[in-house]
Nanobody, 126 residues
């Protein structure tokens, strides 16, 4: 069974940075070759943030975070990172990583992901 564990959340001021980590383990490696980050704020729908297809290191970012967030991987550690710079109060949410076998154009569809982490809270104050 694939397991995902997020870490790195916290409370920061607007303009500061955080780096989230998603450690992946267990199950078939092929079932976790696409790792995505989602976020969900209270009362709002879950929103896709970024994804990376591990075999080709192909990264995608939502328009709302382009230029500020960057997804990357450390394959030796089976860990995917989300570097978040110039954070804004509207970035406040619980951030989740999710895994499936392929990324592709539907990477932003949360229902298509099989495995999820428990989430990590990010709070940005103005």
């Amino acid at each position: 069974q694939v397991q995902l564990a997020e870490s790195g959340g916290g409370s920061v001021q607007a303009g500061q940075s955080l780096r989230l980590s998603c450690a992946a383990s267990g199950g078939k490696a092929a079932n976790r070759e696409c790792i995505a980050w989602f976020r969900q704020a209270p009362g709002k729908e879950r929103e896709a943030v970024a994804s990376v297809y591990l075999p080709y290191d192909t990264a995608r970012h939502a328009d709302s975070v382009k230029g500020r967030f960057r997804v990357s991987q450390d394959s030796a550690k089976s860990t995917v990172y989300l570097q978040m710079n110039n954070l804004k109060p509207e970035d406040t949410a619980t951030y989740f990583c999710a895994a499936r076998n392929l990324c592709g154009d539907g990477w932003h569809m949360s229902d298509s992901y099989t495995y999820w982490g428990q989430g990590t809270q990010v709070t940005v104050s103005s």
